[in-house]
């Protein structure tokens, strides 16, 4: 195993065992809840904007998961902190473009830790799993109140 496959993998356990930003913000100013009804992963998401209503102020994940899943939420927490809309599709975007591409994940410094997810492409069941949150995330921006399923 390389050094850099075993930094990942300490990347997602760590996201796995101890999760950043796990509870609900209430109040709320986006909420969506997602559902990967293959492995029965399940995630609701909730963010608060900032004071100026530009940049996501606070985001926060609840929900029951896989190490993948979890480590993804975790992950997206900290990444989509203080970002734009616009700036959060973008991300969404090229982690996605990852995920279920061959893009290298290290191509867009953007990505940081997230790269340590690009392992999971190998494993196509998976791939559900480590978006399944991203998919919520960009739910709750749309103020989409219908769960999002990865099916």
Aim: charged share 30%; hydrophobic share 35%; aromatic share 6%.
């Amino acid at each position: 195993m390389s050094e850099l496959t075993a930094l990942y993998q300490d990347i997602i356990l760590d996201h796995y065992k101890r999760p950043r930003h796990r509870g609900r913000l209430e109040p709320a100013d986006g909420e969506s809840e997602g559902y990967n009804p293959l492995c029965g992963d399940k995630v609701r998401l909730t963010l608060r904007w900032d004071e100026g209503g530009e940049r996501i102020g606070e985001v926060a994940f609840e929900g029951e998961g896989c190490a993948i899943s979890t480590a993804s939420a975790s992950l997206l927490t900290e990444a989509v902190a203080g970002k734009t809309k616009d700036e959060v599709r973008d991300l969404s975007a090229s982690f996605l473009d990852v995920l279920t591409g061959d893009r290298d994940p290290l191509s867009d410094p953007r990505l940081g830790k997230l790269a340590a997810l690009a392992g999971v492409r190998q494993y196509p069941m998976r791939v559900k799993c480590a978006t399944l949150a991203w998919h919520t995330l960009l739910a709750a921006l749309e103020g989409q109140h219908q769960p999002v399923s990865t099916e």
